[in-house]
Nanobody, 115 residues
């Protein structure tokens, strides 16, 4: 069975930095496209950053220059170090991995940024 488990969330202050991680098991890690999404209360889930199996990356304008998405194929881990956090970054962050018809999600980790 496929399992994605996010970690690293918590309560931080504006300007602080945190690193989110997603540990994957049960899939052929290096063949998947991967992304981080987030969802704040009362809002639609939005794409934060994505990375293809070939290593190409794309970021939402709101996080560009502050967040970095990276994949470690040797450790089956997807990472999202986040710098200069803002209150508007407060959300549940979800790990997502896709390949063709396969589409998997983690249960999310909450990041709360106080002003």
């Amino acid at each position: 069975q496929v399992q994605l488990v996010e970690s690293g969330g918590g309560l931080v202050q504006a300007g602080d930095s945190v690193r989110l991680s997603c540990a994957a098991s049960g899939l052929t890690f290096n063949t998947y496209g991967m992304a981080w999404f987030r969802q704040a209360p009362g809002t639609q889930r939005e794409l934060v950053a994505e990375v293809t199996s070939g290593g190409s990356t794309n970021y939402a304008d709101s996080v560009k220059g502050r967040f970095t998405i990276s994949r470690d194929n040797a450790k089956n881990t997807l990472n999202l170090p986040m710098n200069s956090l803002k209150p508007e970054d407060t959300a549940v962050y979800y790990c997502n991995m896709v390949r063709g018809s396969r589409n998997y999600w983690g249960k999310g980790t909450l990041v709360t940024v106080s002003s």
